[in-house]
């Protein structure tokens, strides 16, 4: 068995999708020269306006000032934040948790990870120490950090009468058997009155 170590950060991390980008030297050359013909088109229809009206305007001046348009454009695009996936609600109930995801949702990430934790963890006693106990045990520390200052390891006799004798046990000694749903009871009462 491998020692695998899993943060609460592990789990709700989500990677982005690598954008599809042009080679550097053809893609820069190409988004330079599209500008430039952005610019041109939109000088000649300016100056098409104006002379319609009547009205003489240096057509570097004019070219120029699209150009800066159209730069001014792609900059802003290129840092505008990126739109949150849009969730839409299914159901009429509001507790019944029923939403369709968007496709980049990290949390859905989260939950389908541990949901296959959970499954292989299921029946195997090994499995459930090596892969859900570690987890557990962050919960815990992270919970005795926040509401006490402390850690399982910064401050185990203190830890210990915090968490009671029974979740102590549980994320210290190897488990031989699954946990019943009484034994998780017992645990999730005690890891809330910390």
Not at 46 to 72: D, K, S, T
Not at 152 to 158: E, F, H, K, N, T
Request: proline share 6%.
């Amino acid at each position: 068995m491998t020692d695998q170590q899993t943060s609460i950060d592990d789990l709700l991390y989500h990677e982005e999708e690598p954008s599809a980008a042009p080679s550097r030297e053809r893609g820069r050359a190409w988004s330079w020269l599209s500008a430039v013909l952005i610019a041109a088109a939109g000088a000649a229809t300016v100056l098409l306006g104006l002379r319609i009206f009547g009205l003489a305007v240096p057509i570097e001046a004019v070219f120029a000032g699209c150009l800066a348009l159209v730069v001014l454009r792609r900059t802003v695009r290129s840092v505008a934040p990126v739109s949150p996936p849009k969730l839409r609600r299914v159901g009429t109930d509001p507790e019944d948790g029923s939403y369709v995801f968007g496709t980049q949702d990290g949390l859905r990430e989260a939950v389908r990870q541990w949901e296959g934790r959970l499954k292989s963890a299921q029946h195997d006693a090994g499995r459930f120490t090596e892969f859900m106990l570690p987890v557990l045990g962050e919960l815990v520390d992270e919970r005795l950090r926040q509401r006490h200052g402390l850690t399982r390891a910064s401050d185990p006799q203190r830890a210990r009468a915090i968490c009671g004798d029974e979740l102590w046990n549980f994320l210290n000694t190897p488990a031989r058997r699954k946990p019943s749903a009484k034994d998780y009871a017992v645990f999730v009462s005690q890891l809330e009155k910390m």
